[in-house]
């Protein structure tokens, strides 16, 4: 299960996926993350958003998320191009935002996984 800590309304700026990370945009905006370098605030729950719709983004807590490839547990987690989890690695010399930490392992793409959310950014 996930453990909702805080959670907070913004307005999403394209379609959100189920279990995605979002990025912050604006003061009251968030949309679907695409890269390692945006700034992260949170996670989507299990609900599709549609553009434009109001969305509560989870920002603290424990949060399950779509797994983009094989995570193993304790990696740092940031966004791929779809705003699914995988394990930041940051070359030399090169940041990462990530989004938390994973509590459990992913075998494959598609997995659901536990993340406990600690936004910040790593640097290889």
């Given at each position: 299960?996930?453990?909702?800590?805080?959670?907070?309304?913004?307005?999403?700026?394209?379609?959100?996926?189920?279990?995605?990370?979002?990025?912050?945009?604006?003061?009251?905006?968030?949309?679907?993350?695409?890269?390692?370098?945006?700034?992260?605030?949170?996670?989507?729950s299990?609900?599709?958003?549609?553009?434009?719709?109001?969305?509560?983004?989870?920002?603290?807590?424990?949060?399950?998320?779509?797994?983009?490839?094989?995570?193993?547990?304790?990696?740092?987690?940031?966004?791929?191009?779809?705003g699914?989890?995988?394990?930041?690695?940051?070359?030399?010399?090169?940041?990462?935002?990530?989004?938390?930490?994973?509590?459990?392992?992913?075998?494959?793409?598609?997995?659901?996984?536990?993340?406990?959310?600690?936004?910040?950014?790593?640097?290889?």
């Amino acid at each position: 299960m996930s453990n909702l800590i805080l959670a907070k309304a913004f307005n999403a700026s394209g379609a959100i996926s189920p279990y995605r990370i979002v990025r912050i945009t604006s003061a009251d905006n968030v949309e679907q993350a695409a890269a390692v370098s945006h700034t992260l605030i949170g996670v989507n729950s299990d609900l599709t958003i549609a553009s434009g719709e109001r969305v509560e983004i989870m920002t603290h807590g424990i949060a399950w998320v779509e797994a983009g490839a094989a995570i193993a547990v304790g990696s740092p987690v940031t966004s791929d191009a779809s705003g699914r989890g995988v394990a930041a690695a940051p070359a030399a010399g090169t940041n990462n935002r990530i989004i938390g930490f994973a509590l459990e392992a992913a075998v494959a793409a598609g997995d659901q996984i536990r993340v406990l959310l600690s936004p910040g950014q790593i640097q290889g």
